[in-house]
């Protein structure tokens, strides 16, 4: 074989490994996406095109409220995770060395624990202090496993920090605070906002926690499509789960371009 | 009270959490695990694992989740290659690509493999219409495999990529200049370098899949018991708290072990952690 054609097959092979890696990876989503317009209910049969249970989906009330938990959830655990692990960097930067460490071990437990144990365990804790399982306990439980998102992506900020353009607010007469928001707050925004989307992410993606610490009453998405596919096929979650994909697509391609356009200027 | 006593205040609201939503709930399991119905101390609960269908859970458990972390390793290694070498303009979007389904929920995307392997399902209806023989792996062992690897491969496939983008390239071309070929240069060069990678590669994919119900109910349709179903099932169905806190205490020690396993490799290993 000569250099050129070895280099040719080479690319060919790669190109390959690809092709069968992204088949992988997309087949079942674009199956499921090719079955929520199917007509019929069996799925082995192609009985014409209709947007029936896409309908049923936007109607049903049960979905659009385990929607509706699920996003409000994710925007409340992600807003306290994102203020109480401000604050705790805040707190943990003005520490000595040792204790902050203890800290931030402790931090690491629940991202290292397996999910089961960390739902299971809160789950008891609850009902030992006699709270009954509901939405507050589903939204104490995100909130806990959210902030240690938050501390890992704002801690390494705060190490990064110039100390002496806050000290130099303060002799210049701004109040703490002030020279927090002017001086310090700009700097360690983009940790900020990185554990805030990670944490939201993190909170809409969680089935076994919720699992766990959910009531009777409330389901999230997760914990409804759970519960749905134990019991048969349902193509309403074929057309839940196109309209997802659309949507995550939309909203990563989005931020793709701003994050690009930024670096750009 | 001091400036910076004041701001160790800031960190008021956090300790609480940690208290209240990690080690006091840390302090019930044991408890629980430690205890029985009556609460008088036992360790019954933690032996429970040696019994029959316990230590078959759990010794299936950790051969799928080997198996599986093994594939999304043999799978992800050569993807992050392949990804570190495209062109500049692409590698942005082809990362993209391998890692978006990652963002959709998991539960869906282990129901489309439902669809798919099911006996009337996709791939037997195109088999059938091929000729060829039917696939009949779901309620399987190998179907809740699958699941875990597809569920999982972009959590190897992010931090190997991340590692191997990070190695200086000039390294890479003083080995070829040397004279090394591309078996040495991949020996001695790229995996010494990726391996903090492909530690945390490992326990992000190793972990979860150790601890799953929910793949193996909706693939192994209540045939494959893994440690994490019988454990659910403690809390959900018979609701015998003390088993389940006992079986959990002991899935957390095969976690510990495998970390501190991981780390000992990885040390071992070239030292490359930075």
Same mark, same amino acid.
């Given at each position: ?14 190109g390959l490994y690809?092709t !069968?890696?992204l088949?992988?990876l997309y087949?079942p989503?674009?199956?499921?996406m090719v ?5 019929g209910?069996t799925m082995s049969?192609w009985?014409?095109?209709s ?7 936007f109607a049903?009330?049960?979905i659009?409220e ?11 655990a992600a ?5 109480v692990?401000l604050?705790?960097?805040i707190?943990?930067s003005?520490?000595?060395? @040792? ?5 931030m071990?402790i931090?690491?437990i629940p991202?290292?624990?397996a ?7 809160i789950m008891m804790?609850?009902?030992?202090c006699?709270i009954?399982?509901?939405y507050?306990?589903?939204l104490?439980?995100h909130?806990?496993f ?7 992506s ?6 990064q920090l110039?100390s002496?353009?806050?000290?130099a ?10 020279a927090f928001f ?7 925004m ?9 944490s939201f992410?993190m909170?809409v ?5 919720t ?5 009777a009453?409330?389901n999230?998405?997760s914990?409804?499509?759970y519960s ?6 349902r193509p309403?979650?074929y ?8 949507l995550v697509?939309v909203v990563l391609?989005?931020?793709n371009?701003?994050?690009?356009r930024?670096?750009?200027? | ?7 160790r205040?800031?960190?008021g609201p ?15 399991i ?11 101390f036992t360790l019954d609960?933690?032996m429970?694992?040696a019994?029959g ?5 759990l010794?299936l ?6 198996i599986?972390?093994l594939?999304? !390793?043999l799978l992800?290694?050569?993807?992050g290659?392949?990804l570190k070498?495209?062109?500049i303009?692409?590698?942005g979007?082809?990362v993209?690509v391998f890692?978006?389904p990652?963002w ?5 995307r282990?129901?489309a493999w439902?669809?798919?392997l ?8 195109a088999l ?6 039917l ?10 495999? !699958? ?5 999982? !491969?972009p959590?190897?496939v992010?931090?190997?990529?991340n590692a ?14 040397l004279g090394?070929?591309?078996g040495?240069?991949? @020996? ?5 370098l ?8 490992i326990?992000m ?9 929910a793949i193996?109910?909706?693939?192994g ?10 454990i659910e ?7 015998n708290w ?8 002991v899935m957390?020690?095969f976690?510990?072990?495998s970390?501190a396993?991981?780390?000992k490799?990885?040390r071992?290993?070239e030292?490359?952690m930075?």
């Open positions: 074989m000569t250099k050129k054609s070895r280099r040719t097959a080479s690319a060919f092979g790669k690809l !069968l890696i088949l992988f087949l989503i674009f199956t499921l079955l929520s317009f199917n007509d209910k049969r009985t014409g095109f947007l029936r249970w896409y309908e049923e989906m049903s009330r049960t659009m385990a929607l509706g938990n699920t996003l409000t959830i994710a925007f409340w807003t306290a995770a994102t203020v692990g604050l705790a960097c707190g943990m003005a520490m000595k060395d @040792r204790s902050r460490l203890v800290l071990g931090n690491n991202l290292l624990n999910d089961i144990v960390t739902g299971i365990s804790t609850f009902i030992v006699g009954s399982l509901n507050g306990t589903v104490f439980s909130i806990t959210c902030i240690p998102y938050v501390i890992l704002v801690m390494p900020k705060f190490k110039e002496h353009t806050y000290e607010a303060l002799d210049l007469g701004a109040s703490p605070v002030y002017k001086v310090v707050m700009p700097d360690i983009p940790g900020v906002v990185s554990g805030f989307l990670l992410t909170s993606d969680d089935f076994v926690i699992h766990f610490t959910r009531g009453g409330i999230t998405l914990t409804l499509i749905q596919v134990k019991v048969g096929i309403t979650l057309a839940l789960s196109t309209v997802i994909f659309v697509l391609v989005i931020v371009i701003l994050s690009n930024k670096e750009e200027n | 009270m001091t400036k910076s006593a004041i701001k205040l800031f960190s956090f300790l609480a959490f940690i208290l209240c939503g990690t080690l006091v709930p840390l302090v019930v044991a408890f629980y695990g430690f205890t029985d119905r009556s609460g008088a609960n933690i429970a694992i019994g269908h316990h230590a078959q859970a010794g458990s950790l051969a799928l989740a080997l599986s972390t594939i999304c !390793l992800a290694f050569p993807l290659l392949i070498d495209s062109k303009g692409k590698k979007f082809m993209f890692i978006l990652m959709m929920n998991f539960l869906l282990t129901m439902q669809v798919l099911e006996k009337n399902g996709i791939i037997n209806i059938k219409s091929l000729g060829l023989p696939l009949d792996i779901i309620n399987t062992p190998a179907a809740v495999v !699958l699941g875990m690897v597809y569920d999982y !491969l959590f190897m992010l931090p190997i990529y191997l983008i990070k190695i200086d390239h000039s390294l890479i071309e003083a080995a070829y200049d090394a070929g591309k040495l240069v991949l @020996r001695k060069v790229l995996i010494p990726s391996v903090p990678g492909i530690v945390s590669g326990t994919v190793f972990v979860p899949s150790l601890t799953t119900f193996s109910t909706m693939l349709g209540g045939k494959v018991n893994l440690i994490g179903n019988i099932q403690e809390f959900t169905v018979s609701s003390n088993l389940g806190a006992g079986l959990s205490l957390m020690i976690i510990v072990i970390m396993l991981i780390e490799f990885d071992e290993g030292g490359s930075i």
